[in-house]
């Protein structure tokens, strides 16, 4: 049954978090480097569609830059684990630095090659840093308390919403003060002191003591493979099906606002959805489970599955706005409890790439949410896509429910 409660007095807060040792310092110098990830999107898109003249150069070279982040995330990952993050994350940020200002400088003025571009941009995705990952794992090793550990992944995850908000923010500020290749700098220079800053914290060789290289014969962390720990590949496959949804759900909400005549509205319904994930995130971590973490992991899937279902039958905006608000409600939650069951489905020497898994599984599944429902709006009425958006979530929550041996994780 999934049961909760007010956290008691005395119980683990959000400020305990914070007053781990060491914490603070790391959170703060990787939250700097990650709002790198919340600017560069945008300001690479817009300095390239202005370098080429071309909308479709600059889609093509961002299409290029997200796979090749997404894709290889779990082997950037598996180098940390390998090596630990002050060998391996300095080399991978500064490449990643090094390329951003390269398209930075490429972009500065019109009449860039496309195809130049779009090279620089796949190294760029080539070499972007697992910050993410790692902080995660720093934390798993800062907060060996499970109920605290739930915290810091919430306060995680609701800040790392924030910076998703904040960076096209900045990126506009940018824009009006100079060029949108002064952006990708701006993220250059970001990625970089947070990298610096994040391996220089004392919580890292807390968290890797004694980092090398692995024996030949050892069972690498590098060869860790989500489709034999069954707890991580049930994570991975409902974090999936839930980027799915919300792959989806971005393109139906332009679809729906256009359908009423309300297309500026779009902001204001996918700003709901941020506000709904982090109020869902805080709500969370706050409250102490009795449930199994398979089981919240599932029955958050559902809730959104279902949100997301009566989306499709707003009979207006702001009944839109409501329900779009309430599937944003179990994203936080779905995510962390993913993350969750991933540092405890392996050893300390895979939670990195663990985590990995997990984050790649979501934005590799948004990316397929918006490329499938593309072909199925204007065909289909937009309460059937919003219903067939919400399928992958509800059938994992569907399949979940037959009896298993043991659950992911209590």
């Avoid at 684990?81 to 940020?93: C, S, V």
């Avoid at 020497?349 to 397929?368: K, P, Y």
């Amino acid at each position: 049954m999934l049961t909760s409660s007010s956290a008691p007095t005395g119980a683990p807060s959000y400020a305990a978090v914070l007053r781990t040792p060491h914490a603070a310092r790391t959170f703060g110098a990787a939250l700097l480097g990650r709002l790198s990830y919340g600017i560069v999107p945008l300001a690479l898109l817009l300095a390239i569609k202005d370098a080429t003249g071309s909308y479709s150069a600059a889609g093509a070279a961002m299409a290029l830059f997200g796979a090749a982040g997404v894709f290889l995330s779990p082997a950037r990952a598996a180098l940390i684990d390998r090596y630990g993050p002050r060998r391996a994350l300095p080399p991978m940020a500064g490449l990643y630095a090094a390329v951003l200002c390269a398209l930075a400088l490429a972009t500065w003025r019109p009449g860039a090659p496309p195809l130049a571009l779009g090279a620089l941009a796949v190294a760029a995705g080539v070499c972007t840093p697992p910050l993410g990952p790692v902080m995660r794992s720093l934390w798993s090793a800062l907060v060996p308390d499970r109920e605290l550990l739930r915290r810091a992944y919430s306060l995680d995850g609701v800040a790392e919403e924030l910076l998703y908000v904040t960076g096209p923010l900045l990126v506009g500020l940018i824009v009006r003060a100079g060029r949108p290749a002064a952006g990708v700098l701006a993220g250059a220079v970001l990625v970089t002191v947070g990298a610096v800053a994040l391996v220089s914290s004392p919580a890292v060789p807390l968290a890797h003591a004694g980092p090398g290289p692995a024996p030949a014969d050892a069972p690498a962390a590098s060869r860790l493979r989500p489709h034999a720990i069954p707890a991580l590949r049930h994570a991975v496959l409902v974090t999936a099906a839930v980027g799915l949804c919300l792959g989806a759900l971005d393109l139906l909400v332009v679809a729906f606002t256009e359908e009423l005549g309300r297309a500026a509205s779009v902001s204001w319904v996918l700003a709901a959805l941020s506000a709904g994930s982090a109020a869902g995130g805080l709500a969370y971590g706050a409250l102490r489970w009795k449930s199994a973490n398979r089981t919240r992991l599932v029955a958050a899937a559902a809730g959104m599955g279902a949100a997301l279902t009566v989306a499709g039958l707003a009979p207006g905006l702001y009944a839109l706005v409501a329900a779009v608000a309430v599937a944003g409600l179990f994203v936080a939650p779905v995510l962390t409890t993913a993350y969750l069951i991933a540092d405890e489905s392996v050893d300390p020497a895979g939670r990195t790439q663990a985590g990995a898994w997990v984050n790649t599984a979501f934005n590799a599944g948004a990316s397929g949410g918006t490329a499938a429902v593309g072909l199925l709006v204007g065909r289909l009425p937009l309460t059937l896509c919003f219903a067939l958006s919400a399928a992958p979530a509800l059938l994992c929550a569907v399949a979940s429910v037959r009896p298993r041996g043991r659950a992911g994780g209590a």
